[in-house]
């Protein structure tokens, strides 16, 4: 009998959450106010011009045909042209945590046929599929198409996949994460994500997963830059958390070790040991001592 071999399928680029679609017309003249926000926004202009002032950066004027992505937390305020009736777009606000999407932050172009094929079919999806002017929050409509949802959100990753491969085959490569800045970027994410799980389990293959990057890749990249590997760093950061608990009275230290998911508790007394030079009792004996003699 023939063996099949799984695989499993690479997200290069995930849409989590879609918050906002929308055809506007804006009047002559319109003026937003000020924001702010923590999600993508992505525009096309259907009809005449519309120019994004963004803080500490050269305004962006988008003409007809014309496509944008504005990356978060951008203080940013939008302007329709001085020189036509209205300006029609359609816009998407979305969130989305692959890394390589960065590629695309404050980008622009004049959309070819390529992307005018992809977004034809965005625009058919949302519109068959969820009711527009609605800012507070994305509603369906009463009876959308079947599986509209998912064609949204399939349908904007492949214009968003179908621009990078266009990124990637010119000529700086670079933008795809090599440059040093870029690895500062990322390393420093990966921090950030193994503070914000040190109560869970965590594996290498976890932050893969998530940053679309191979393994050789993370792991090098993340050693260069902190002079430790992934998982030093991780053991580290619950080392001190659990060095936090420790002084608490009223939690065992066996509590402690399930509290910071280690396997087992020998595990996690072999592991404080190996990076403080004491057991968690000794540790939490040496902490109240002092106390005392204060």
Known sequence: MRKYIKH???????????????????????????ENHDFWEFIFVEKGELCYEIENKKPVLLKKGDIFFLSPKQNHVIRASKKNQ???????????????????AEFSKHTDENDKRFLSFLIDEALNTFKTSSFEKLTPLEHP?????????????????????????????????KSDD????????????LKK???SSLTIDDICKTFNYSRSY????????YN????????????????KLLIRNDISIAKISDKLNFSDFHLFNYTFRKYTGMSPSEYRSSFFSQLNEE
């Not at 209205?86 to 695309?104: H, W």
């Not at 870029?182 to 994500?193: A, Q």
């Not at 430790?228 to 060095?243: D, P």
């Open 8 to 34: 499993s399928i690479k997200d290069t680029v995930l849409i989590r959450k879609i918050l906002a679609i929308d055809l506007f017309e804006w009047e002559s003249d319109y003026v937003s106010k000020e």
């Open 86 to 104: 209205s300006s029609k777009t359609f816009f998407v606000c979305f969130e989305c945590k692959s890394f390589i999407i960065n590629v695309l």
């Open 145 to 177: 198409r079947l599986g509209g949802e998912q064609c949204v959100q399939l349908y904007l990753e492949l214009l968003i996949i179908n621009l990078l491969r266009e990124q990637s085959e010119n000529s700086n490569p670079t933008i795809f994460f």
């Open 182 to 193: 870029n690895i500062r970027v990322i390393c420093e994410r990966i921090y950030f994500m």
């Open 197 to 199: 799980n040190i109560y």
């Open 218 to 225: 993370i792991s090098h990249s993340f050693k260069t830059y």
């Open 228 to 243: 430790k590997s992934i998982i030093t760093c991780f053991n580290e950061l619950k080392i001190e958390e659990a060095k």
